[in-house]
């Protein structure tokens, strides 16, 4: 990995569990970080279901983080996918783990570890400038490097799903901001959706406002709600 992109100092809870010390959050739910993916982002995406009646689709993530939300997507995308069809993620990080953090932080699911060597043999090539890898021949993962704002916006693709996956609102609020959630909105297909844990009403109205159909669901885990919305079309 370059020597000048900006990491995260980590502790480590239970051996293997990240909790970021600049912003003071877990990087997954305790309960059960694949889970969560799970529930938040395949399923209230409709992943599964969209997968079997689609070719192609374009996911794109605010937040790679240990990686946890592309390595489970690809193992369901794997289970999912046409023949022919292609997957294009696409995900904005300010702050990537080393290859080694990640392979620690993933230990806990062993049926992940292979998808996630594969990811991390090429990791030490990620630089500032945008990456795209072909993992598989109907995989491709773009990692964005940076500012989520800047990489947002520069960025030329439309997605068809996003995950919103910021640290908490309330801890890291550039990466739920009005400008960035309006960036958000320009480059989703129209019909496209997306997928939070948050509730925060704050960051709802930014959604909202920059022209999302939004709408709370139950979360996960010990969490009551969380938003999934749709642009219109």
């Known amino acids: 990995m370059a020597d000048d992109l900006e990491r995260d100092a980590l502790e480590w809870m239970d051996g293997d569990m990240p909790f970021s010390t600049r912003f003071g959050d877990h990087f997954y739910a305790r309960e059960d970080g694949r889970a969560e993916t799970g529930h938040v982002f395949i399923g209230q995406n409709r992943l599964a279901e969209r997968w079997g009646d689609s070719a192609d689709m374009v996911i794109a993530e605010l937040g790679f983080g240990t990686g ?5 997507t690809w ?5 999912h996918r046409l023949p022919g069809a292609r997957l294009d993620f696409v995900s904005f990080e300010a702050l990537p783990m080393t290859a080694d953090e990640i392979m620690t932080a993933i230990g ?3 049926d992940l570890a292979p998808l996630c060597v594969r990811l991390v043999e090429r990791w030490p090539d990620l630089t500032s400038t945008p990456v795209t890898w072909i993992l598989d021949p109907q995989t491709r993962l773009t990692v964005v490097a940076g500012d989520a704002l800047d990489g947002v916006t520069r960025w030329n693709g439309l997605a068809d799903a996003w995950y919103l996956d910021g640290f908490a609102p309330a801890r890291n609020p550039d990466m739920w901001s009005e400008p960035l959630m309006q960036a958000v ?14 509730a925060a009403g704050w ?5 909202q406002a920059a022209g999302f159909d939004v709408e709370k669901v139950p979360g996960f885990g010990g969490k009551r709600e969380m938003m999934r919305g749709r642009r219109p079309g």
Do not use: K, S
């Open 108 to 110: 806990r699911w062993p």
């Open 203 to 207: 960051v709802r109205r930014n959604l």
């Open 185 to 198: 909105f320009d480059r989703t297909q129209p019909g496209g959706t997306f997928a939070t844990y948050t």
């Open 75 to 79: 193992r369901q995308w794997r289970l």
């Open 68 to 72: 946890l939300n592309f390595l489970e």
